[in-house]
Antibody, heavy 126, light 108 residues
């Protein structure tokens, strides 16, 4: 059973770079998408971006100028870097495996994230 | 802009049926995924694709989609169903994912 675990510093100062790693255990990273999602305290979920095992990444347009997601399949890890953080970046950061599918019968697309890591709280404060 | 709209809060009497909806242009040809989140816990996938449930999710939870609206229906709501529920879809560009604002379900 695939499990994911986030790791990284929990406290940053404004203007610093947030760096988190997600370690995948119990399965291969190949042929999957891997995603980062965050949740500010008391608020909803926000998609940060995802990366395919080949290294091709997509980012939330609102964060694109500051974010980089990378993957290291040899270590079974993928990482998130977010530059120039502010207090607005304070959130619980989750990593997850993302699936994509095309239903031939209905011509509908589908996507879903499962499993998720437990999440890690990152606080940005001066 | 791409958006997914959910009712902020919904309540249901114990044992009754409740429908949680998600509306957005991107749902016309996309099955959203649904997540349940309890306080202090990570979100858990409860529905994906065309009415597909992950293992461990009871069959009293079902999903449907019609045009720009997707629904998550809980039949015979239990106390353990009380949680925040989020829908997730792609945006109109098809390249990025978006979440609905979430629905807080209260079981009375």
């Amino acid at each position: 059973q695939v499990q994911l675990q986030e790791s990284g510093p929990g406290l940053l100062k404004p203007s610093e770079t947030l760096s988190l790693t997600c370690t995948v255990s119990g399965g291969s990273m190949y042929s999957y998408y891997w995603t980062w999602i965050r949740q500010p305290p008391g608020k909803g979920l926000e998609w940060i971006g995802d990366i395919y095992s080949s290294g091709s990444a997509n980012y939330n347009p609102s964060l694109k100028s500051r974010v980089t997601i990378s993957v290291d399949t040899s270590k079974n890890q993928f990482s998130l870097k977010l530059n120039s953080v502010t207090v607005a970046d304070t959130a619980v950061y989750y990593c997850a495996r993302h699936h994509k599918n095309h239903d031939i019968l209905t011509n509908y697309e589908a996507g879903w994230s499962d499993p998720w890591g437990q999440g890690t709280l990152v606080i940005v404060s001066s | 802009s791409s958006e997914l709209t959910q009712d902020p809060a919904v309540s249901v009497a114990l044992g009754q049926t409740v429908r949680i909806t998600c509306q957005g242009d991107s749902l016309r040809n996309y099955y959203p995924s649904w997540y349940r989140q309890k306080p202090g816990q990570a979100p858990v996938l409860v529905m994906y694709g065309k009415n597909k449930r992950p293992s461990g999710i009871p069959d009293r939870i079902s999903g449907s989609s019609s045009r720009k609206t997707a629904s998550l229906t809980i039949t015979g709501a239990q106390a353990e169903d009380e949680a925040d529920y989020y829908c997730n879809s792609r945006d109109n560009s098809g390249e990025h994912m978006i979440f609905g604002g979430g629905t807080k379900l209260t079981v009375l």
